[in-house]
């Protein structure tokens, strides 16, 4: 897994720092984008992040400094794409608030965009305690339904689990994501994927030694079960295999001032990275809180309480400027990066907290990923 910020200010982009928008690669290949606002793209394109292998996008509300960039970027991967129209392309899914969908198939319809690759958007549908009233999906708008462009593909609406309070988006055998809720001036969402725990892999000098033969024997040893050699000794169980590695848990939150519900606690409850918007400085609060934003300090109470292992702070005002000026650290022009095998550096430039080591308390025999800042391609241009 790895964590590419893209954009780290809030409201408009700006020369120094991008608007909202966190590329994630999977470790099988696939990069999801979470949040996209105006110059997501150009960011992508200083970034080390294949636009080919985006394959979702998450949005957390509909304020423009989020989804701006969504109808271009989805016109420039289409540019890129090899699918002629109608073929069986890979489907790309978007998932968001409820509005969303309404906002694309009115942006591709009046441009005249045609794309080259379906898509499907997934929406979430909100609940009346995430935002003041005035925020709320107004009803006469979301009851707007413009025919979907050529290329929409049904979509599903999405509702809280009662149980667990989290939105269940996805699953499959290598990683599931559910969505959980925020209070912001309009409706928000945080996200939260998390990999699959893997089984360690069969250690085959050993089995060799032991004259093991590879066969249904080593399926019996990698599901950790005892085997009976030739000779009558016996393997115990899991002595033939690796110690499993435990899945990494990312959780990428919207826009608030808090969460609503249990949902987002158990979400983020000793997760390994958690990336949260800190828009205002800590003698801001009062400001900060009143327009559903948080400070660093708020964000931070929230990583101790649930035991997280990193925070990455990002969405800041742009009155904040990056540490290192143009083409420092914190400007965003290749992004600032969790995970992967990049280059290592500290975590201050983007006001993220330091880990406290290289291993999570949780994990033993794994070096952890750390933040580390991968310089851009082209340094940005300030203008
Ligand atoms: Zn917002």
């Not at 423009?64 to 989805?74: A, E, K, N, R």
């Not at 899991?238 to 249990?262: F, I, Q, T």
């Not at 083409?327 to 992967?340: C, P, R």
Request: proline residues 9%.
């Amino acid at each position: 897994m790895e964590v590419t910020v893209l954009g780290s200010g809030s409201a408009y982009p700006g020369p120094l720092r991008g608007a909202s928008a966190v590329a994630l690669r999977l470790e099988h290949g696939e990069t999801w984008i979470f949040d996209c606002g105006e110059g997501t793209q150009t960011q992508l394109m200083k970034s080390r992040t294949k636009t080919g292998k985006i394959s979702k996008i998450f949005v957390s509300h509909l304020h423009g400094d989020h989804v701006y960039g969504l109808p271009g970027l989805l016109c420039t991967l289409s540019l890129n794409c090899s699918s002629a129209p109608g073929q069986q392309g890979q489907c790309l899914e978007i998932f968001g608030p409820v509005g969303l969908r309404l906002y694309l198939r009115v942006a591709l319809r009046v441009c005249s965009s045609e794309l080259m690759f379906p898509f499907t958007v997934h929406e979430l549908e909100p609940t009346s305690d995430q935002s003041p009233p005035a925020g709320l999906p107004d009803p006469d708008l979301t009851a707007c339904s413009p025919p979907p462009h050529p290329q929409e593909r049904p979509g599903r609406t999405l509702r809280p689990d009662p149980e667990s309070d989290l939105y269940p988006l996805l699953q499959d055998e290598r990683v599931s994501v559910s969505a959980f809720r925020l209070f912001h001036r309009v409706p928000s969402f945080g996200f939260c994927v998390q990999e699959r725990d893997r089984p360690g892999r069969l250690r085959v000098e050993l089995l060799k030694q032991l004259g093991v033969k590879p066969g249904p024997l080593y399926g019996r040893v990698k599901n950790g079960l005892s085997v009976r050699l030739e000779d009558g000794r016996v393997l115990g169980a899991g002595e033939g295999v690796e110690p499993g590695v435990r899945g990494r848990r990312v959780c990428v939150l919207g826009d608030c001032s808090g969460l609503v519900g249990e949902g987002g606690r158990r979400a983020c409850q000793g997760a390994d990275l958690l990336v949260h918007e800190a828009t205002l400085e800590d003698g801001l609060r009062e400001q900060a809180e009143e327009r559903g934003h948080s400070t660093p300090s708020g964000a931070a109470a929230l990583a101790r309480d649930c035991a997280v292992h990193t925070l990455l702070l990002t969405h800041f005002s742009q009155r904040y400027k990056p540490a290192g000026g143009p083409g420092g650290a914190g400007s965003q022009g290749g992004g600032v990066t969790w995970g992967g095998r990049g280059r290592r550096a500290g975590a201050e430039e983007t006001g993220g907290t330091r880990p406290a080591g290289n291993r999570h308390p949780r994990r033993t025999g794994r070096r952890l990923p750390r933040l580390t800042c991968s310089p851009p391609k082209t340094p940005p241009t300030p203008s």
